[in-house]
């Protein structure tokens, strides 16, 4: 075991560790746990995001990819970065302004049904365990490849340890982690990208050249991976769409003070995700020429382990151990978000306004939301055990098609559109939800006639990896088809009189309850 790693990674907890611990302190109400009290700035918000977005899939998957697939790996990239405007232009300001703690919260401003909020709650769950997984099953590749410590032994230290934050700290340590991790991130990959380019003597076009010479220029242009121009416009529109339908993205629009600072933290994500990105295709390129793809296939499967072999070669054990100890912090901070998007979804929207009907002291809530926690933490880790061999990008890029597919549709017609109702909503989400889960399990990353390249060896019913072409407009569809086939119980003028409501509040923030900080 490398002393230098265990050094950077006590370096890494210990400072998470004390943030929880003064977090703790200020964290008292329902507010200051699912929010932060409302109180964060625009760039702290922003680099909350951006910590929350640049995930174990982003930073290990992508890098992974690129060094896998060339050009293909970076479709996650461009993806990743444009889904930034349609939060920017679309979704920030109106969720702000209608919502409260939860994407439930803000579909039910306008349908105060306790069906809606549980389907919006139970999608919120799966969209959460699916990304878990993916973080867990990164954790797991990484703290091995560094420490030696066998795969599930890791899965259970970054459980507890994540638990650990949302639990004491609440919204306020999570969104520190993520700020930390953020930066550390940017620096890490900076300082990457920097000794890859010195190695060709910081020309991009020797760069290319390079690849193009010595590893074929396939590697350069699209097909490597997606070999059908539907698949890769599938896979676009799941990550450009899916950001405005993360239930984890989407909180952290609860946690500042008003729609002008919503707007200025995505402009702040916008760029750190900008730069992040166009930096992960020198660590791609970088890996596959300095470390090989035979020895990168031979640590992990998928890739994920790519950007700390390339930091091992560039900068021996040092280097390898800090870029190993960003990731871990990297993952931390994103699991930690998505724990506690999952525990509202429990503990608020599914226990204190379903079952209890919303009358729950603040301490009960408190109680409630660290129950959830542990449930939601729980079960991610069961799985996650279970999907060592899967690449993180695969699974994060499902759970953006389930955003774009069950929650996009109803998150649009709900703020846009006069005659949308209760009915639309549900069929909306169930219909992209269900045909998201039904087509990629018949998709080529649970099937393939390769063994050891999926989960189940055989031949795929649906050939696109991810089917986004395909269930976001049957999201929509549906969404259209039930609002105009059912009856509406709500009588036209009260209707009416909800979708006023419902555009003052969008647009002008006008009668909703400011949080206390």
């Known amino acids: 075991m490398n002393l230098v790693s265990v050094g950077f990674f006590l370096a890494i907890v210990s400072l998470t560790l004390v943030v929880t611990f003064i977090a703790a302190k200020r964290t008292s109400s329902a507010a200051d746990f699912y929010t932060a009290g409302g109180g964060l700035k625009g760039w702290q918000n922003g680099f909350a995001i951006a910590g929350d977005y640049l995930s174990a899939a982003a930073f290990l998957g992508v890098?992974?990819?690129?060094?896998?697939?060339?050009?293909?790996?970076?479709?996650?990239?461009?993806?990743?970065?444009?889904?930034?405007?349609?939060?920017?232009?679309?979704?920030a300001e109106p969720m702000r302004n209608l919502g409260r703690y939860t994407l439930a919260d803000m579909l039910t401003a306008r349908f105060n049904e306790k069906r809606i909020r549980g389907v919006a709650a139970s999608g919120?769950?799966?969209?959460?365990?699916?990304?878990?997984?993916?973080?867990?099953?990164?954790?797991?590749?990484?703290?091995?490849?560094?420490?030696?410590?066998?795969y599930w032994i890791a899965v259970l230290i970054v459980g507890v340890m994540m638990t650990t934050y949302v639990?004491?700290?609440?919204?306020t340590a999570t969104s520190w982690v993520q700020i930390i991790k953020a930066s550390l991130l940017l620096f890490g990959t900076g300082v990457l990208a920097t000794l890859v380019l010195m190695k060709f003597d910081f020309s991009l076009m020797k760069m290319f050249d390079t690849i193009a010479t010595d590893h074929?220029?396939?590697?350069?242009?699209?097909?490597?991976?997606?070999?059908?121009?539907?698949?890769?416009?599938?896979?676009?529109?799941?990550?450009?769409?899916?950001?405005?339908?993360?239930?984890?993205?989407l909180m952290r629009f609860f946690t500042v003070k008003d729609a002008k600072t919503a707007r200025s933290s995505i402009s702040w994500t916008t760029w750190i995700t900008a730069i992040f990105f166009s930096l992960t295709i020198f660590l791609g390129f970088g890996a596959l020429n300095f470390v090989g793809i035979d020895k990168i296939l031979a640590e992990s499967k998928a890739g994920n382990t790519a950007a700390p072999l390339l930091a091992n070669f560039l900068g021996g054990d040092v280097l390898m151990a800090f870029i190993g100890a960003v990731a871990f912090a990297t993952i931390l901070a994103v699991v930690s978000g998505?724990?506690?998007?999952?525990?509202?979804?429990?503990?608020?929207?599914?226990?204190?306004?379903?079952?209890?009907?919303?009358?729950?002291?603040?301490?009960?809530?408190?109680?409630?939301a660290r129950t959830g926690s542990i449930s939601i933490a729980i079960v991610s880790i069961i799985l996650a055990l279970f999907a060592q061999n899967l690449n993180v990008s695969f699974l994060v890029s499902f759970a953006f098609c389930i955003g774009a597919s069950a929650n996009l549709p109803v998150i649009l017609y709900t703020i846009y559109w006069k005659k949308f109702n209760s009915t639309g909503a549900i069929t909306a989400m169930v219909t992209g939800l269900v045909s998201c889960l039904v087509l990629g399990a018949m998709g080529p990353n649970v099937w393939s006639p390769v063994e050891g390249a999926a989960i189940f060896v055989g031949n795929p019913?649906?050939?696109?990896?991810?089917?986004?072409?395909?269930?976001?407009?049957?999201?929509?569809?549906?969404?259209?088809?039930?609002?105009?086939?059912?009856?509406?119980?709500?009588?036209?003028?009260?209707?009416d009189r909800i979708y006023k409501e419902i555009r003052v509040k969008a647009n002008t923030g006008i009668s909703v309850s400011d949080i206390s900080h």
């Open 63 to 91: 890098s992974g990819a690129i060094a896998l697939t060339g050009f293909d790996g970076f479709f996650f990239s461009v993806g990743y970065v444009v889904a930034n405007l349609v939060l920017l232009y679309v979704i």
């Open 124 to 150: 919120t769950i799966i969209i959460v365990i699916l990304y878990m997984i993916a973080q867990l099953v990164g954790a797991g590749a990484l703290i091995k490849l560094l420490f030696g410590i066998e």
């Open 167 to 171: 639990l004491f700290g609440g919204m």
């Open 216 to 249: 074929g220029e396939k590697f350069l242009v699209p097909g490597m991976k997606y070999t059908s121009t539907i698949d890769s416009v599938s896979m676009m529109m799941a990550l450009v769409l899916g950001t405005s339908g993360l239930p984890h993205i």
């Open 338 to 368: 998505l724990v506690l998007t999952g525990a509202s979804a429990i503990s608020h929207d599914i226990y204190g306004e379903i079952i209890k009907g919303g009358k729950l002291t603040e301490k009960q809530q408190v109680v409630a």
């Open 461 to 495: 019913i649906v050939p696109l990896a991810v089917p986004a072409i395909i269930t976001i407009p049957l999201g929509f569809i549906a969404g259209y088809l039930g609002t105009v086939l059912s009856s509406n119980k709500v009588p036209q003028e009260e209707a």
